[in-house]
């Protein structure tokens, strides 16, 4: 079946630590997106790919890095200096007529 | 201000009534979608529309590009129905952006 894979769904770190959420696909999409979620929150956009090695900086880049190496897979990577990390990261990718998500995983840095 | 704002944030019904909600935007659009949001956090795509009118059962998705409205309905409103449901339009790379959800409780 096609659809979008994140691990782990919960993950634990402490404070200073970086991390690395996975995200993989298997719908062929070029365009791949996350997404932070926080509680009483909307969406908000990290950092999207169009294409292989090519992203951009969505609305709270601040404190993330991305890789696009395959078109497959899209790592968010959360660095010490992202000041507030626990929060619901969602990725997503993009067909033509329809967007897909992830299960999510639920970030909490302790 | 936002630019996608849903009304109500949160809506309780009795099984069996209709239920819409509402979403506007600030912004022109190339599409508009409609996520629903489980307790567990998965997000199920609904809709994607640009002009009119989208049926699939008892779901009923509107839009009114002139007015920067959409509406989401649910006809025969079921216990199951119960989730967060978000309005959020596409932009140029196809990345949304979301409205806050409404919360909606669905009781037998």
């Known amino acids: 079946d096609g659809g979008i894979t994140q691990s782990p769904k919960y993950l634990f770190r402490k404070e200073g630590q970086n991390v690395t959420l996975s995200c993989e696909q298997n719908l062929n999409h070029d365009a791949m997106y996350w997404y932070r979620q926080d509680p009483g929150q909307g969406l908000r956009l990290i950092y999207y790919?169009?294409?292989?090695?090519?992203?951009q900086k969505g609305d709270i880049a601040e404190g993330y890095s991305v890789s696009r190496e395959k078109k497959e897979s899209f790592p968010l990577t959360v660095t010490s200096a992202q000041k507030n990390p626990t929060a619901f990261y969602l990725c997503a990718s993009s067909g033509y007529n329809e967007q897909f998500f992830g299960p999510g995983t639920r970030l909490t840095v302790l | 201000k936002n630019e996608v704002e849903q009304s109500p944030q949160n809506l309780t019904a009795q099984e069996g009534e209709f239920i819409t909600i509402n979403c506007s935007y600030s912004v022109g659009i190339s599409a508009l979608h409609w996520l629903q949001q489980h307790p567990g956090g998965g997000i199920v795509s609904l809709f994607m529309?640009?002009?009119g009118k989208k049926k699939h059962g008892r779901l009923i998705a509107t839009i009114n590009i002139q007015e920067k409205h959409s509406s989401l309905h649910i006809t025969a409103s079921h216990p199951r129905d119960s989730a967060v449901y978000i309005c959020a339009f596409s932009g140029s790379a196809r990345q949304l952006t979301f409205g806050s959800g409404t919360q909606l409780t669905v009781l037998p």
């Open positions: 529309l640009s002009s």
């Open positions: 790919s169009q294409i292989v090695n090519d992203f």
